[in-house]
């Protein structure tokens, strides 16, 4: 919720301060300029659907059926109760439950994404002949629409499939247990490992080559040449990819959709839920497990900023860190509860 | 270009020194990196080239080769052929737009000095958080009451919010590592900030910004639940909507072939505009060399 | 900024707008209840002029054909056809938000079976006026009644399916034994033909078992077979009984002894027939598409003209099929709702309905088309599935049908995994069934 009021009441507060502030106004207003076709966007697409989501997520409708077997239309507040309900009896545990699949896969997948992704781009960093085909091909898996790969790993896992063929096993990728969890695994690991090599490998086109040949000067080996030159140069560029995928997978929904199937524990995740309730009409539960998936993100998005901060949002935060108890200070209290407590940690927790 | 030239001399005299296994090594992990990324798109070739009735087939090769199913794709009923234009259309100009919009967000994130800043990046990576099948509901509604139901700004728009908060963050990031001195000395030689921009930074940070336009356009070209919620004019429907509504000679089976060809077409532009794109990027680093 | 505060009172103003017009609607209904069903029945269905007919599949593209015959004979009230996607679960998803909210853009739907009374109850479709639809008299009765929700006609059957049984019957004549019709006499048959030398590693039977409507289907139809029911004829659950379980019994002890293959379990229709096909299977339940593929003498099928079908056995005679198919209905927001009606009679038609047959598999829901002696040589199941057809029972009639039938998948899903015991998954499943059926 705070995240909303932080939304909703941040641009207004923001030309109306501008104005008070020491540094130069037109700086601000330049910027409020310059910024404003973003959020305008952003407004209009993403943060509209998000208040009317919370909104639903209060009421209920279209639950009930008359005497006569129609369903009785209109909605009505609930408060919390759609919340409550997630969290009681059997649903709670299926809630849990989801809650530690969707977390479960985006540790796995994000850790095997980096490792993969940060290999694809130094391959593809090196040159060779013939590169430009292993570039192109490394980002193939990429570019295949999700609606046509999910197809073709549900065809390959099938019980007959090419993976058993390959494996020469029987597995049943498709039932309940690990199987169906490595399958999921596998097939987004394999879909979005070029996303981060592709970031990663802009991070490594900007670096100069002049440091490489220093650190040759010096007599770095190869694997110390990555480690203290190479990815501390190229982790502005893959912090910003993996906190990206971390939101992505964390919102994990086609995969384990398609190729496992609905109602299948091992692989439900809280995007699933939500879906799933939607699906049966339900908006008003739908929207609260939207809501409470949303919160979890924007948790987990304020955690790993928090930890590696600096990094992410590069130097603007150490230029910032002077000024931001300032900021503070002068900020009319309720604002800079709105904004500060909801968000602002993003960029101060350094 | 420069870079491209010379490297691969460098890595043979390296590889000189250490000996054949340093030199295989890499070749190794290259062959393994390629063999595990191209094998599902093969078996993904493969299928499509098949006859529909050996769909089922699990042999290396398919044993009748048939171009039956890329026919089938391009029948006039599916209406395959506009689908792809349309697609075409929303993601170009989606990417177009958020590049616009989103470069001159990041510079400014980047460069200028002003309150809130992390407030605003804050909120632009806010709305990347939420499950994007919450949203199409109500998003629904309001293109309902808007009257965008049917129109591309339908598509265009939504697809833009979403790649936004990426192109910001991404941008943002390879704006900042660009030297600051750089446009200082651009406008000591005369240059406006937009000018120093533009002919400064810009051609600097080619990578990054070829690497966010690769980003977004495959991202708007993969979007799929607007497209199908927001549109039920058969004329206006993107590549994806069509392939998710073929169907096999009745009912119940499942059209495999069709769809594998179906994939396979949709991304083969997508693969060459890569590897367009990638030319940009290297010579982007050829100029990064000069600094 | 600015724009962001209006848009947010316009928000609320849109919601309260929106609220008031539910609550209108509410008391409309409350107040007139007969009210709005008769008022269709009075005749309601008027307005002509072009319409939209929003459908999932357009098999073999025949829907083009049937179509263009009514375009060319009505050019001031021609019909667009709006496709949707493949799968049912999204087509559904668009028909319902286009419902609600209130959109005109689909005038026909073409509804799954198991959809109606959702959309009946939830005044999504337009009650139809039975005297309006002469030709209903002649459509086999048990489709008649997948249109009906408590009574009353808001959809016309176009199409109709049945499980079949399709057996080899070149192993079963080799064998010596006859095509069984209980499930007994299909164990017996299995044993002899495994007792031949060439069939010693064929599987005996296959349905669709994977968690998905296929098991609702196929579970429904071993409850049945046995004599048991899910939901009775009152509209109550009762699935808690010996009979049930003997059903239930026969696909558990079925995936126990070996009767039914492991990879059983994750069969959609699809998978089983490629098993099918394959020659892996002796025999395999599923729906008449089969019969046109599996028979293709191209290669792709090694059983070609080596199978026959039957109806479905059960436990002590024939068993009983799950009843598929397709219903037309009108959408309650839909203009021009008498050229709708006239399409709908047009596509139901005697004429249209032999068209379909003769160039797709779709089961018809016109009788007398499974008695015309040249579609019977052309399609020889024609003759069994108007048997399972006829006896066959529908999925139950509610209007939460997602959650019933995700509570049938969850109980046989986890009785044919081993996880739960037969009788506690019928147990549980009475519980849950009655707390979500509360007639």
């Not at chain 1, 305008?40 to 997520?57: D, K, Q, T």
Request: with cysteine.
């Amino acid at each position: 919720m705070s995240a909303s009021n932080a939304v909703a009441q941040r641009p207004p507060a923001q030309t109306g301060k501008v104005r008070k502030t020491t540094f130069n106004e037109g700086t601000g207003r330049l910027a409020a300029l310059l910024l404003s076709p973003t959020l305008i966007v952003l407004v209009l697409v993403v943060v509209y659907p998000i208040l009317s989501a919370l909104r639903e997520s209060l009421y209920t409708s279209g639950q009930r059926i008359d005497e006569s077997g129609f369903v009785i239309k209109g909605s009505e507040f609930v408060g919390l109760d759609n919340y409550a309900a997630i969290f009681s009896g059997e649903t709670g545990e299926r809630f849990w439950n989801a809650f530690y699949n969707t977390t479960f896969f985006t540790v796995t997948c994000v850790v095997l994404e980096t490792v993969l992704g940060v290999a694809m781009a130094l391959v593809m960093h090196k040159a060779f002949k013939g590169r430009s085909i292993v570039r192109a091909s490394i980002l193939v898996p990429w570019a295949i629409p999700t609606v046509v790969s999910a197809l073709l790993w549900k065809w390959i896992f099938q019980a007959d499939g090419a993976a058993n063929a390959l494996l020469g096993t029987q597995i049943l990728w498709s039932t309940e247990g690990w199987q169906s969890v490595l399958s999921v695994i596998v097939a987004d690991t394999w879909k979005t490992a070029p996303f981060i090599g592709l970031l990663v490998l802009a991070g490594l086109q900007t670096i100069p080559d002049e440091v490489y040949e220093a650190a040759k000067v010096d007599g770095a080996s190869p694997f110390q040449t990555f480690l203290k030159i190479t990815l501390p140069l190229v982790k502005p560029a893959l912090l910003v990819a993996v906190l990206f995928r971390i939101l992505d997978t964390l919102r994990i929904f086609d995969l384990p959709f398609v190729l496992v199937g609905p109602n299948k524990q091992s692989v439900e995740t809280l995007s699933i839920l939500a879906y799933l309730e939607a699906n049966q009409t339900r908006y008003g539960p739908a929207a609260a497990y939207a809501t409470l998936l949303f919160l979890y993100v924007a948790v987990v998005a304020f955690v790993f900023v928090k930890l590696l901060g600096a990094d992410v949002l590069g130097d603007a935060v150490q230029k910032k860190k002077s000024k931001k108890g300032k900021d503070r200070d002068s900020a009319p209290p309720g604002v800079a509860m709105g904004s500060a407590a909801g968000m602002s940690g993003v960029g101060s927790g350094v | 270009m420069a870079m491209a030239n010379d490297a691969p001399a460098k890595i043979d005299v390296k590889a000189a020194e250490a000996g054949p296994l340093r030199k295989y090594a890499p070749l190794l992990g290259v062959a393994i990196i390629v063999f595990y990324c191209l094998a599902p798109f093969y078996w993904m070739v493969v299928s499509a080239l098949r006859r529909p009735t050996d769909q089922f087939e699990n042999s290396i090769i398919p044993t009748t080769w048939s171009l039956t199913n890329f026919t089938d794709v391009f029948k006039p009923g599916t209406g395959f052929g506009r689908a792809l234009l349309n697609s075409l259309l929303v993601a170009g100009t989606v990417t177009i737009l958020t590049l616009i919009i989103g470069m001159v967000a990041a510079y400014t994130l980047a460069r200028l000095e002003f309150r809130f800043k992390n407030v605003v990046l804050a909120i632009i990576i806010t709305t990347s958080m939420f499950p994007g099948i919450s949203l199409v509901i109500p998003l629904l509604k309001l293109f309902i009451d808007i009257k965008w139901i049917n129109t591309y700004q339908a598509m265009i728009v939504p697809s833009l919010s979403f790649a936004l908060p990426l192109a910001v963050w991404t941008l943002t990031t390879f704006f900042r590592q660009m030297p600051r001195e750089l446009e200082q000395a651009a406008m000591v030689d005369g240059c406006t900030p937009a000018q120093a921009f533009y002919k400064v930074i810009l051609p600097l940070a080619a990578p990054g910004v070829f690497t966010t336009a690769i980003i977004t356009f495959i991202a708007a070209w993969n979007e799929f639940l607007i497209a199908l919620s927001m549109i039920n004019k058969k004329e206006l429907q993107t590549a994806n909507v069509v392939i998710s509504q073929f169907t096999g000679a009745s009912g119940r089976d499942q059209p495999f072939g069709s769809q594998m060809a179906a994939g396979v077409v949709v991304t083969i532009p997508l693969v060459i505009a890569v590897l367009i794109f990638q030319r940009r990027i290297v010579a982007g680093l050829t100029a990064g060399g000069v600094k | 900024m600015r724009f962001e505060r209006s848009h947010a009172r316009r928000a609320v103003a849109l919601a309260v707008t929106s609220g008031l017009v539910l609550l209108a609607s509410a008391c409309g209904g409350d107040d007139g209840d007969s009210g709005g069903g008769g008022g269709a029945a009075g005749g309601a269905l008027e307005g002509r002029g072009p319409i939209t007919f929003a459908t999932g599949k357009d098999t073999s593209g025949n829907l083009t054909n049937q179509v263009n015959a009514w375009n060319s004979q009505h050019p001031d009230e021609k019909v667009t056809v709006s496709e949707l996607p493949e799968s049912a679960d999204q087509q559904r998803a668009q028909m319902i938000q286009n419902a609600q909210n209130q959109s005109d853009s689909f005038s026909v739907l073409n509804l799954d079976v198991v959809w109606t009374a959702e959309f009946a109850a939830n005044r999504w479709v337009t009650e139809l006026p039975e005297d309006q639809f002469p030709d209903l008299g002649k459509l086999l009765p048990s489709t008649v009644d997948t249109g009906k929700y408590r009574d009353k006609l808001y959809a016309v059957p176009v199409t109709s399916d049945g499980g079949l049984l399709y057996y080899r019957k070149d192993l079963l004549d080799k064998a010596g034994v006859k095509p069984p019709t209980t499930w007994a006499e299909m164990k017996d048959a299995c044993a002899k033909v495994k007792a031949l030398p060439e069939a010693k590693n064929i599987n005996c039977y296959a349905g669709q078992f994977e968690k998905y409507e296929g098991l609702t289907v196929n579970f429904s139809e071993a409850i049945n077979g046995a004599g048991g029911v899910v939901v009775g004829e009152d509209g109550k659950p009762n699935v808690d009984t010996p009979e049930a379980l003997e059903g239930l019994n026969f696909l558990v002890d079925g995936f126990k002894s070996g009767m039914i293959p492991k990879a059983a379990i994750t069969y959609q229709e699809e998978p089983g027939r490629r098993a099918f096909q394959e020659g892996n299977l002796l025999f395999h339940r599923n729906w008449p598409y089969v019969y046109a593929l599996a028979n293709k003498t191209d290669g792709s099928s090694k059983i070609a003209g080596k199978f026959a079908v039957a109806p479905l056995p059960g436990l002590k005679g024939a068993g009983v099929s799950t009843l598929g198919g397709h219903n037309y209905a009108i959408s309650e927001f839909a203009k021009n709702k008498a050229t709708a009606a006239d399409f709908i009679k047009f596509m139901s038609s005697e004429e249209r309905q032999k068209a379909n047959v003769e160039k797709t598999s779709q089961a018809p829901t016109w009788a007398s088309l499974y008695d015309d002696p040249a579609l019977n040589k052309q399609f020889p199941y024609l003759a069994p599935l108007k048997a399972s057809i006829e006896s066959a029972k529908s999925r139950p009639k509610v209007v939460k049908y997602g959650d019933v039938t995700t509570a049938i998948q969850e109980a046989a899903y986890g009785a044919l995994t081993g996880t739960t015991p037969p009788k506690d998954a019928l147990a549980g499943l009475q519980t849950k069934l009655s707390t979500l059926i509360t007639q």
